[in-house]
């Protein structure tokens, strides 16, 4: 197993608006000081409460945000890379809530055409459409309908389509079930299981929710304040969580009556 | 009975979005709603509570104390919503007045029911920030909604709720915008305070776990229909519509998932 992504000393610090004239600018550490390895093949989850710097973090890792300290090395360089195009081929995203990351103007066939024309992929483009159209369980016929004729879960589905259409080696998933209904969330999920498995994706998976990264991930993160406070195998955490913070998160989801 | 809700139905046009809904609620019980977005949840509770758009068509009986709600002037209804019967809403940020000091919109309910003064208002804001778990509540009543976390506001959303001690409450999604654990912070808070009071609860939430840790029924919702009634240990055993029986396997699959990873296998 080869590493695939890094962080070293990972720090963001937003600089706040004055509070008043004359008065200093407050500061925000969104992220501080994360040190992460992420073996190909991996399946990490983040977790953490809202404000914790998850979504934070997985920008900084997708090179949308440049660090204020620390660098992200993908395969042991620094991004930004020379070549940004090669990475993005590489490291693909879907966020949270389908509704407002699919262009509400653009046909589905054109939504997930975006990525393969943008980033200069060589091979057919029709073709690799309708290949990953069909690797996320929606029908071919699907192209030409627009996103507000699709229900929820084909919405995320279409964000999975896009987000795998130049063949990445990294996916990185921003709560990509939060926004979905219960039954629809274990369909998206068992998705990402299949697709992960059947492609050798590496995932990175944020969620403030536990059980979906005890579902998914083998290995685990927790953030708190910007920080990762805990880290290791998904199992030896939640079994034995050591950090304060963690047993809180895992005490406190919600579990159901006589099931033990 | 406190609430007996029959035939409960509402049109936006030609599109019915509450068909049929019936169900009744002792004084001192409680009820959860579960279903999918769109399942008819929220305009149920709306509907009760007289807050449709002037658009939706509404039929059917809702009688709360021995008085026919719907159709209520608009006058009446100020006289009970907020006294006898309490709301508390998803996200705390837009259902308090991001204008106005959080202790006078707790006051707010006091002075308009009861004609307290304003001043005896935040007196009595004082006393139920601190019954809602609020720290520090001379500072807490003089804030600013957006001065509070997200906890916090939801807190001061159920003081609002329960200022007048009202015979019902009702919570609409009101821990899915919170932390896992603030929501169990809230939910637990929520619990006692209603049970204190004596009053009935009609909890609304897509989170069959939430639902299943607060009521002792609960009403699938699905199209606008509720299609399966019952109470949460023989939904739990032996749920009879097969949409419910889909969404306990799935909140089960979620469950020992979560469990798997959390408990020994020897224990």
Known sequence: MSLILETRGLSRIF???RAGFGKERAVRRAVVDVNLKVEEGARLGIVGESGSGKTTLAKLLLGLDTPSEGEVRFRGQAIPL???????????????DPRSSLNPRMQVGDIVREPLECLNVTENHDTRIIEVITEVGLPKDLVQRFPHE???????????????????????????????????RDEILSLLADLTTNLGLTLILISHDLSVVARLCDDVVVMQHGTAVEKGKTMDVFRAPRHEFTKRLITAVPRLPGTK | MLLEVRNLTVRFGSKTVVDGVSFDLEASSRLGIIGESGSGKTLTTLAIIGLLPETAKVSGSVTFEGQELLGLADRDFSAIRGNRIGMVFQEPLTALNPLMRVGKQIAQPLRNHQGVTLKEGLKRA?????RVGLPDPDRIIRSYPHQLSGGQRQRIGLAIALACSPALLIADEPTTALDVTVQKEVLSLMNSLVAEEGSSLIFVSHDLPVVASITERVAVMQNGEIVELASVNSMFQDASHEYSR??????RTSDAEFGHFTESPSA
């Open chain 2, 246 to 251: 889909k969404l306990i396997q799935a909140a």
């Open chain 1, 150 to 184: 699709l229900s929820g879960g084909q919405r995320q589905r279409v964000a999975i389509a896009r987000a795998l259409a130049p063949r990445p080696k990294v996916l990185i998933a921003d709560e990509p079930v939060s926004a979905l209904d219960v039954l629809v």
């Open chain 2, 126 to 130: 004082m006393e139920l920030c601190a």
């Open chain 1, 82 to 96: 020379a070549d940004m195009h090669s990475f993005r081929r590489q490291v693909q995203v879907v966020f949270q």
């Open chain 1, 15 to 17: 600089s706040l608006p």
